[in-house]
């Protein structure tokens, strides 16, 4: 099988997915991430852990606390991976609600209409309390598509820039660490030595990782020798997130979408290989393709292995069966909102020898099991680019991207055969 770059929008250890939908966060490793410009210098470094297991409680569950009004607890956690910060004597638990942290007196300044799409997040979304700016992680763990007012507040990020238009604000870290006054030897006394630590010509850069997402990046000016930027990031969805998303999974519908309703199937193969029709185990197909369409054409959705719900533009898998061949696939969601499983689309298809044995036919007449020599005279005046493995050659007729837009045919020398056929298409969005 080709391998595939797929961009996924869900990375399993945000663990916002619900029983339906977890499958395809569990094949990924990624975050898809709208980006903004952001106040702080990048540095380039490893992945690492803190050493502090003890305080898992703490990191994955917020205080309710920490966020109300009247008569909150406003005590500052002594443990750093509490991810909490205060700020003028109010405290602040990351991550956070929109709505819990406007209540504090921010005032966004950008639209807050703008659309998040699920289990995606934006960074340096910038909010004013008085002369005080900050920056901030906005972090949509839902099903769907939501107005930045609707999503999670999972970060926060402070400067000596920023600071300087409110030179009398008091930020106090877990620890005692304080912002202005703390060195870099009371900030290794309170948190021990960090993950990771970045020793630059102007500052130094400690930063505490207690997992993917969830980390501190403190920064020492080599100038003052005081703590002069702080980054706080924790984009961890809570049980809570856990059990509305289950609850929102449940309202799904199964009618059609208007982009399911929107497809056509095609009526003839034509000769265009990249026009991604293929005649796949009897009838036709134009990827993407609905789940839906190939449980019309005779294909049975193997339900306890696939994914029955998927966010809003996210991936899920589909285990699905016919003449007694199984074949697995990631499906898309194009919807902006949730979708059950048979909304979705099919955006690659494969069949062969060695994998779902099942006919295949891609235009110019190319089929599975035909002989080499007849595939590559089909293949004549087609563009396309070949690799060589042991005794197999790949030929791949490309699109715009070999990720998204291929068709590959593998050719078996020794035995002069076409061993297998794969279509792939996946546009981003269905109007490519």
């Not at 990924?28 to 992945?47: K, N």
Request: contains cysteine.
């Amino acid at each position: 099988m080709r391998r595939k770059f797929l961009t996924y929008l869900l990375v399993c250890s945000m663990a916002v997915s619900t029983a339906g939908f977890a499958a395809a966060a569990e094949e990924t490793e990624g975050i898809s991430e709208t980006e903004a410009v952001s106040g702080a210098e990048a540095d380039s470094e490893e992945s690492g852990s803190a050493d502090d297991a003890d305080a898992a409680d703490d990191a994955e569950s917020g205080s309710a606390d920490a966020t109300d009004g009247g008569d909150a607890d406003t005590t500052l956690s002594d443990d750093i991976y509490s991810f909490q910060i205060k700020i003028d004597g109010e405290l602040y638990q990351f991550p956070m609600s929109w709505a819990d942290f406007t209540a504090h007196g921010w005032e966004y300044q950008s639209d807050a209409s703008a659309e998040l799409s699920p289990n995606s997040y934006s960074v340096a979304e910038t909010f004013k309390k008085g002369n005080l700016e900050v920056y901030t992680q906005i972090v949509n763990f839902g099903l769907n598509t939501q107005a930045f007012s609707e999503c999670t507040i999972a970060g926060i990020s402070i400067d000596n820039w920023q600071f300087s238009d409110a030179p009398d604000t008091v930020i106090e870290l877990p620890g005692g660490i304080t912002y202005g006054v703390s060195t870099l030897e009371d900030v290794k006394a309170a948190y021990g030595e960090p993950s990771d630590t970045y020793d630059g010509e102007l500052y130094t850069k400690l930063s505490y990782r207690y997992d993917y997402y969830q980390e501190w990046s403190l920064y020492i000016e080599k100038e003052t020798g005081v703590l002069y930027e702080v980054e706080l990031e924790n984009m961890i969805a809570d049980e809570a997130t856990a059990t509305a998303n289950e609850a929102a999974a449940a309202e799904v519908s199964d009618e059609p979408t208007e982009e399911v309703l929107a497809y056509t199937a095609p009526t003839e193969l034509g000769d265009d290989p990249l026009s991604f029709t293929v005649d796949y185990a009897g009838a036709l197909y134009q990827l993407p393709a609905p789940v839906s369409v190939f449980e019309e054409n005779g294909w049975t959705i193997k339900e306890e292995d696939s994914d029955n719900i998927i966010a809003g533009g996210d991936f899920g898998w589909v285990y699905m069966m016919k003449d007694n061949q199984e074949y697995h696939t990631t499906v898309r969601n194009y919807s902006k909102n949730a979708a059950t499983l048979r909304n979705c689309f099919v955006t690659t298809v494969e069949a062969g020898v060695y994998d779902a044995n099942l006919p295949i036919t891609i235009p110019t007449g190319i089929t599975s099991g035909m002989s080499g020599d007849e595939a590559l005279a089909l293949l004549e005046g087609i563009s396309y680019e070949t690799e060589t493995s042991g005794s197999f050659t790949y030929y791949n007729i490309v699109g715009e991207s070999i990720s998204r837009e291929c068709v590959q045919i593998v050719i078996n020398e020794e035995e002069n055969t076409v061993t297998s056929i794969e279509v792939s298409h996946e546009p981003k969005t269905l109007d490519e």
